[in-house]
């Protein structure tokens, strides 16, 4: 069945360091990809997403490329700030929201 | 500005204790799910509901029961608590349910059974 995998953590950074958190994806048919966020205390919310093979998307300073050739959604950051610690979950939607896989989650936290 | 409410945050049951997950939606989404957050698992649906009076099973359904009598509201029951249901739950709706759909969470609902 689909799955996401993303890289285990915790990844802890200093400010202004470069972020990649991998996530590698297998699924049939063609998913829209998607990178949500927790911040301590909140609900999961949308990072970003990219629908279609190619597609970069990007919010907040993070960006992520839809790679079908790899099968793979990196989200990357050039430089933290220590408003980014949370967790950052990887997930991908085939056909419909029944259907949406997540990944572990990565907790990340940002040193001043 | 409310967006999906949960109640309550933490709970503490005894094993085959029964209680009742409530959520709260006032975006008139149509579309309502149920998830679990254990480590190392991601999140896993639960139940989901297209619409007022239509609900369907997810991923992990055992020992969970649902309805959804008005497009506002979505809880979840746990009938006989179990150890195995400790765990944090979330709540999430979106009014686009097909493939490219943001979904709008709860804050989490964090159950220990013991």
């Known amino acids: 069945g689909d799955s996401v995998t993303q890289m285990e953590g915790p990844v802890t950074l200093s400010e202004e360091a470069f972020l990649t958190i991998n996530c590698t994806y297998t699924?049939?048919?063609?998913?829209?990809l998607f990178w949500y966020v927790q911040y301590p205390g909140e609900g999961l919310q949308l990072l970003l997403k990219?629908?279609?093979?190619?597609d970069k998307g990007s919010n907040k300073g993070f960006e992520a490329t839809y790679r079908k050739e790899t099968t793979s959604f990196h989200l990357e950051k050039g430089s933290v700030q220590v408003s980014d610690s949370a967790v950052y979950f990887c997930?991908?939607?085939?056909?419909?929201?029944?259907?949406?896989?997540f990944g572990a989650g990565t907790r990340l936290t940002v040193k001043p | 500005n409310a967006g999906v409410t949960q109640t309550p945050k933490f709970q503490v049951l005894k094993t085959g204790q029964s209680m009742t997950l409530q959520c709260a939606q006032d975006?008139?989404?149509?579309?309502m799910s149920w998830y679990r957050q254990d480590p190392g698992m991601g999140l896993r649906l639960i139940h989901y509901?297209?619409?007022?009076?239509?609900?369907d099973q997810g991923e992990v359904p055992n020992g969970y029961n649902v309805s959804r009598s008005t497009t506002e509201d979505f809880p979840l029951r746990l009938l006989s608590a179990a150890p195995s249901q400790t765990s944090v739950y979330f709540c999430?709706?979106?009014?686009?349910?097909?493939?490219?759909?943001?979904?709008?969470f709860g804050e989490g609902s964090r159950l220990t059974v013991l």
């Open positions: 699924a049939t048919g063609y998913p829209s």
């Open positions: 990219a629908t279609k093979a190619d």
């Open positions: 997930a991908l939607s085939a056909y419909n929201n029944n259907d949406m896989r």
């Open positions: 999430a709706s979106t009014r686009d349910r097909g493939r490219t759909g943001e979904l709008f």
């Open positions: 509901s297209v619409g007022a009076g239509i609900t």
């Open positions: 975006m008139n989404h149509e579309y």
